[in-house]
């Protein structure tokens, strides 16, 4: 089946148009705009180590999961680069934001203010209790975590440049400094 040509004189999409977009397209549709990542080795890499962290210590009652699709909206259906959630419906896509108690972004030079500031209010009215941001854009990678307050707005728990540990939504370690000495091994190979 041929989806029907995308039609860039669109403003705002919503979930109801997705149906006109190839198959195999990825995509995250954020406050009405759609946005198609290309992600990078880089960034893929610095996910599946976010991802084995999360695992680590995941209890049975939950999944991590890389680059789903989450059903917030009409106008939002964003793919956080991990998440962690209950697997009542893991066999759907997109899963509905409900079941996500954990998203996790990755910031590359196009999405830094999509991921500290747009995605944060759709996953926070979506009442996710825990956002990270991880930014590798810097010298030293920092991860930022988000946590919801009363207000159902993101309130800054943590954030670091250093070894991150934290109880939430279980046990687990990120190494950042590890992470920043495996991100520049990985720049310094390609010669950037």
């Known amino acids: 089946m041929t989806a029907a040509p995308l039609r860039p004189e669109r403003r705002e999409w919503t979930v109801d148009d997705l ?18 990542p290309s992600p990078t080795h880089l960034h893929q890499d610095l996910c599946v180590e976010i991802l084995l962290a999360l695992r680590a210590n995941c209890p049975p009652e939950y999944v991590v999961s890389l680059d789903l699709s989450m059903k917030v909206n009409r106008r939002n259906e964003p793919r956080p680069d991990v998440v ?40 926070a009215h979506a009442g996710v209790a825990t956002y990270w941001v991880v930014d590798p854009l810097h010298e030293r990678m920092t991860l930022t975590e988000m946590l919801l307050g009363a207000n159902g ?3 800054v728990g943590v954030h670091t440049d250093d070894v ?9 370690t990120i190494d950042l400094p590890a992470l920043t000495t495996r991100w520049a091994g990985l720049r310094e190979r390609r010669g950037a």
Not at 19 to 36: A, F, H, M, Q, S
Not at 164 to 172: A, H, I, Q, Y
């Open 19 to 36: 149906g006109e977009l190839p198959n195999d397209l990825r995509y995250e549709l954020v406050n009405g705009r759609l946005i198609v």
């Open 84 to 123: 962690a959630l209950r697997p009542d419906r893991v066999d759907r896509s997109p899963v509905p934001v409900e079941d996500a108690i954990l998203a996790v972004e990755v910031v590359s030079p196009e999405s830094t203010f999509r991921d500290m500031y747009d995605k944060a209010r759709v996953y």
């Open 153 to 155: 707005e993101y309130e």
């Open 164 to 172: 991150f540990t934290t109880e939430r939504p279980w046990k687990v």
